[in-house]
Nanobody, 121 residues
Protein backbone atom coordinates (compact mmCIF):
# COMPACT_ATOMS: atom_id res chain seq x y z
CA UNK A 1 0.00 0.00 0.00
CA UNK A 2 1.17 3.50 -0.83
CA UNK A 3 0.08 6.74 0.81
CA UNK A 4 0.44 10.15 -0.79
CA UNK A 5 0.34 13.27 1.34
CA UNK A 6 0.06 16.62 -0.40
CA UNK A 7 0.84 20.06 0.94
CA UNK A 8 0.80 23.54 -0.47
CA UNK A 9 -1.86 25.15 -2.55
CA UNK A 10 -4.15 27.91 -1.39
CA UNK A 11 -5.01 31.31 -2.81
CA UNK A 12 -3.01 33.35 -5.29
CA UNK A 13 -3.59 36.42 -7.36
CA UNK A 14 -3.21 36.13 -11.13
CA UNK A 15 0.46 36.22 -12.01
CA UNK A 16 1.41 34.84 -8.65
CA UNK A 17 3.12 31.62 -7.64
CA UNK A 18 2.33 28.60 -5.52
CA UNK A 19 4.22 25.43 -4.77
CA UNK A 20 2.80 21.97 -4.18
CA UNK A 21 4.57 19.03 -2.56
CA UNK A 22 3.64 15.38 -2.33
CA UNK A 23 5.40 12.73 -0.26
CA UNK A 24 4.93 9.05 -0.94
CA UNK A 25 5.25 6.46 1.78
CA UNK A 26 4.79 2.71 1.90
CA UNK A 27 6.57 -0.09 0.14
CA UNK A 28 7.28 -0.76 -3.50
CA UNK A 29 9.78 -2.17 -5.90
CA UNK A 30 9.76 0.95 -8.10
CA UNK A 31 8.11 4.35 -7.73
CA UNK A 32 7.95 4.66 -11.48
CA UNK A 33 5.96 7.84 -12.03
CA UNK A 34 4.89 10.68 -9.81
CA UNK A 35 2.87 13.56 -11.04
CA UNK A 36 0.08 16.05 -10.69
CA UNK A 37 -3.42 16.08 -12.07
CA UNK A 38 -6.14 18.64 -11.57
CA UNK A 39 -9.88 18.83 -11.69
CA UNK A 40 -11.28 22.21 -12.56
CA UNK A 41 -14.89 23.05 -11.69
CA UNK A 42 -17.29 21.03 -13.81
CA UNK A 43 -14.41 19.50 -15.77
CA UNK A 44 -12.86 16.05 -15.87
CA UNK A 45 -9.59 15.34 -14.13
CA UNK A 46 -6.66 16.12 -16.40
CA UNK A 47 -2.93 15.61 -16.29
CA UNK A 48 -0.82 18.62 -15.39
CA UNK A 49 2.69 17.20 -15.26
CA UNK A 50 4.40 13.88 -14.66
CA UNK A 51 7.95 12.81 -13.91
CA UNK A 52 9.44 9.36 -14.12
CA UNK A 53 12.12 7.99 -11.85
CA UNK A 54 14.53 8.16 -14.78
CA UNK A 55 13.99 11.88 -15.35
CA UNK A 56 11.41 11.82 -18.13
CA UNK A 57 9.05 14.77 -17.75
CA UNK A 58 5.80 15.63 -19.46
CA UNK A 59 3.62 18.74 -19.22
CA UNK A 60 0.14 19.61 -20.35
CA UNK A 61 0.25 22.25 -23.08
CA UNK A 62 -1.75 24.62 -20.89
CA UNK A 63 1.00 24.81 -18.25
CA UNK A 64 4.18 24.58 -20.32
CA UNK A 65 6.54 27.42 -19.53
CA UNK A 66 4.66 28.29 -16.34
CA UNK A 67 4.76 25.17 -14.17
CA UNK A 68 7.80 23.11 -13.22
CA UNK A 69 7.67 19.59 -11.87
CA UNK A 70 10.59 18.10 -10.01
CA UNK A 71 11.29 14.96 -8.03
CA UNK A 72 13.54 14.14 -5.14
CA UNK A 73 13.84 10.38 -5.45
CA UNK A 74 15.73 10.09 -2.17
CA UNK A 75 12.79 11.68 -0.37
CA UNK A 76 10.05 10.06 -2.50
CA UNK A 77 8.72 13.54 -3.08
CA UNK A 78 7.38 15.36 -6.11
CA UNK A 79 6.99 19.11 -6.35
CA UNK A 80 5.03 21.39 -8.61
CA UNK A 81 6.18 24.99 -8.84
CA UNK A 82 3.38 27.01 -10.36
CA UNK A 83 4.26 30.46 -11.69
CA UNK A 84 2.34 33.03 -13.70
CA UNK A 85 -0.89 31.60 -12.36
CA UNK A 86 -4.11 32.27 -14.20
CA UNK A 87 -7.71 32.11 -12.98
CA UNK A 88 -8.19 29.05 -15.18
CA UNK A 89 -5.61 27.23 -13.06
CA UNK A 90 -8.17 27.18 -10.26
CA UNK A 91 -8.73 23.53 -9.48
CA UNK A 92 -8.24 20.75 -7.01
CA UNK A 93 -4.77 19.36 -7.62
CA UNK A 94 -4.16 15.68 -7.03
CA UNK A 95 -0.85 13.93 -6.56
CA UNK A 96 -0.53 10.66 -8.45
CA UNK A 97 1.96 7.83 -8.19
CA UNK A 98 2.35 4.80 -10.40
CA UNK A 99 4.10 2.09 -8.47
CA UNK A 100 5.48 -1.30 -9.37
CA UNK A 101 4.91 -3.31 -6.20
CA UNK A 102 7.43 -6.01 -7.10
CA UNK A 103 9.65 -6.85 -10.01
CA UNK A 104 7.80 -7.54 -13.30
CA UNK A 105 4.47 -6.53 -11.75
CA UNK A 106 2.02 -4.22 -13.46
CA UNK A 107 1.94 -0.62 -12.27
CA UNK A 108 -0.54 0.25 -9.52
CA UNK A 109 -2.12 3.70 -9.40
CA UNK A 110 -2.42 5.79 -6.23
CA UNK A 111 -3.91 9.20 -5.53
CA UNK A 112 -3.57 11.85 -2.88
CA UNK A 113 -6.56 13.48 -1.26
CA UNK A 114 -6.28 16.64 -3.33
CA UNK A 115 -5.39 20.21 -2.50
CA UNK A 116 -7.28 23.30 -3.59
CA UNK A 117 -5.64 26.01 -5.67
CA UNK A 118 -7.65 29.17 -6.15
CA UNK A 119 -6.47 31.98 -8.42
CA UNK A 120 -8.41 35.22 -8.25
CA UNK A 121 -7.78 38.99 -8.00
Amino acid sequence: QVQLVESGGGLSQPGGSLNLSCVASGSWYSLRYMGWYRQRPQKQREVVATASNTGSIRYADSVKGRFTISRDNAKNTVYLQMDSLKPEDTAVYFCNAEVRPYTHADLDDYWGQGTQVFVAP
